[in-house]
């Protein structure tokens, strides 16, 4: 559905993307990671149609967003990281003013309904200005939703917010992911894609560093970070540093290891080392965050 | 066209949510009222010497000793009221990054930039409406030309419509404010001031040639006949060419943000 191609974008002498290309199919949700700087509002602003690529394009079914930039726009809802508000406008009149510009027929309707669904009833008569972060971003929300967009874009949707409102968020966004939209979201966060996306694409310094099924990722790249505790430590780090498949072992504080693996699951062996030394705590585990460190730092290295 | 008045009305309604709507309305009001009653003063103590002089006029005409004198000088709270105005329309939405929902909306470059000039433009036409307590005193009190008052009005008009396209493309090329206030205000001050020069230029050789360029050039000349009631079509013309440059090159810098 929404096609990347080859997408280079340049400000002056730094490149901030560089020939991206990336594939989303209709009603999938994908998570876009990378650090800070990696180039995901650039991508996610060139899709948008806010910002010119440098080369490469962008297609939504085939359409192309700087050459039908109308039909595509409508298509699309984006949340940029901080949300377009317009703080001196009561959170109803700018949610007509939004569904105005995107081209709804019936404004009022739209509207209430968006008001309604992203749960702004209760604050719909008053400033934005004066609203807290987390109904702001709602507004964010209702802005980016208003026109039922069937592509979504949302650019880092939790930053800024304190748990619950992050929480609050997080349940709508699961929400309307599910309605059969297309959702591209990014986020540092990595717990957030782990709930809401089926496949993450990595992006560091403007250039793909992995992409694929979250399952599929972790299980090609999937090196694990093991931490275990032991009674008598002396003597397991020599073993547990030369055995195959261990990348790193790191000592901590009384008798606390934690080490890092190739892709392989080398639990059973590790544990069955650690056993006459004493085991007292054991955890294996596989997390996005681990397999993000590890390919940003590849692609550095 | 509905975009670009909604664009329009939001910009309108933007003046009166804050205080420099409420501020700009009064202190308008205000200075013309000053200016009204200057010339008003300055008319009234001529009529009267004037009835002594047995070779004077018969009675001072009120169109050419009040109207056009009170019109011409208001012009210059125009010149500074524009650019405070017209500041914030690009580079406050710019700041605040809410001219993303803008740039993302299905709607041209060319709907935002008209709707955000008619928005603002649409402002002082209401700060006129606050003015016209003078004209009907006159109707009241006197027997002016109501073709040369509405002809008054249309320099006005044109001259605010000319002030506001240069503070939209100022406010276009800077995040900061003041900044835009500032560009905005020179280059209509150097605009102004092309009258002042042309003045004081001989009418002869190079001066002479000079000086037609500057007449030319110069916005306020443009107004002066049509404050006597003279609309020429050459002065709608280059007012007219005048706001469509400024509009175009705030278009084009408009386009430049996807760009950069």
């Known amino acids: 559905m929404i096609k990347v191609e080859k997408l280079s974008k340049r400000y002056g002498a730094t490149t901030a993307v560089q020939e991206l290309s990336f594939e989303v199919p209709k009603g999938e949700v994908v998570g876009f990671l990378g650090p800070n700087g990696a180039g995901k509002t650039t991508t996610m602003r060139i899709i948008t149609g806010s910002l010119g690529a440098t080369e490469g394009r962008v297609t939504l079914d085939g359409q192309d967003v700087f050459e039908n930039p109308r039909q595509v726009k409508k298509r699309i809802g984006y949340l940029p990281e901080v949300p377009p508000l317009y703080t001196d406008m009561k959170v109803r009149d700018y949610v007509r003013f939004a569904a105005r510009l995107k081209g709804v027929d019936d404004i009022k309707g739209a509207a209430e309904a968006t008001i309604d669904r992203v749960g702004l009833a209760p604050v719909a008569h008053r400033i934005i200005d004066h609203l807290s972060k987390g109904f702001r971003q709602r507004c964010g929300v209702a802005q980016a939703l208003v026109h039922n967009p069937d592509v979504l874009i949302l650019d880092e949707p939790y930053s800024g917010l304190d748990p619950a409102q992050r929480m609050e968020i997080r349940d709508l966004l699961k929400e309307l992911a599910q309605e059969d939209r297309t959702v591209i979201l990014s986020t540092h966060v990595l717990a957030d894609i782990e709930a809401m996306c089926e496949r993450v694409v990595i992006i560091n310094k403007g250039k793909m560093v992995g992409q694929g099924p979250i399952s599929e990722l972790t299980k090609v790249l999937g090196g694990r970070t093991i931490t275990l505790s032991v009674a008598r430590p002396e003597g397991l780090l020599d073993i547990l540093s030369v055995m195959p498949g261990v990348l790193s072992v790191t000592p901590g504080d009384a008798g606390a290891i934690s080490l890092f693996t190739e892709p392989g699951d080398i639990r059973e062996q590790v544990a069955a080392a650690a056993v006459p030394y004493g085991l007292l705590e054991f955890s294996g585990r596989q997390s996005l965050e681990d397999i993000f460190l590890h390919l940003t730092q590849q692609a550095e290295a | ?260």
Not at chain 2, 102 to 112: A, C, G, R, V, Y
Not at chain 2, 130 to 146: K, R
Request: proline share 3%.
């Open chain 2, 1 to 260: 066209m509905g975009n670009i008045l909604a664009i329009a009305k939001r910009e309108l309604r933007n003046y009166f949510a804050t205080p420099v709507g409420w501020l700009s309305l009064c202190g308008y009001i205000l200075l013309t009222g000053f200016f009204f009653s200057i010339f008003l003063g300055f008319y009234s103590e001529q009529a009267a010497t004037m009835g002594y002089d047995p070779y004077g006029p018969a009675e001072m005409n009120v169109d050419e000793y009040l109207v056009s004198p009170f019109f011409g000088n208001a012009n210059i709270i125009l010149l500074f009221l524009c650019p405070a105005l017209t500041m914030r329309l690009f580079s406050e939405d710019r700041k605040a990054k809410s001219l993303e929902l803008l740039l993302t909306s299905p709607i041209s470059t060319t709907e935002i930039v008209l709707g955000k000039y008619l928005g603002a433009l649409g402002f002082v036409l209401l700060l006129f409406l606050g003015t016209l307590h003078y004209p009907a005193l006159l109707f009241w009190m006197g027997d002016p030309d109501p073709g040369i008052m509405a002809s008054c009005y249309l320099s006005w008009t044109m001259m605010t419509a000319c002030f506001m396209a240069v503070g939209l493309m100022a406010s276009s090329f800077t995040e900061n404010q003041m900044v835009a206030m500032i560009l905005a205000f020179g280059i209509l001050l150097m605009f102004w001031l092309l009258g002042w020069a042309e003045g004081s230029l001989g009418s002869t050789g190079f001066q002479g040639n000079l000086k037609d360029v500057l007449s030319f050039a110069s916005l306020v000349n443009r107004t002066e006949d049509m404050q006597k009631g003279l609309i020429h079509t050459k002065d709608l013309v280059y007012f007219g060419s005048f706001v469509a440059f400024f509009l175009f090159v705030t278009h084009q810098r408009v386009e430049a943000y996807r760009w950069r």
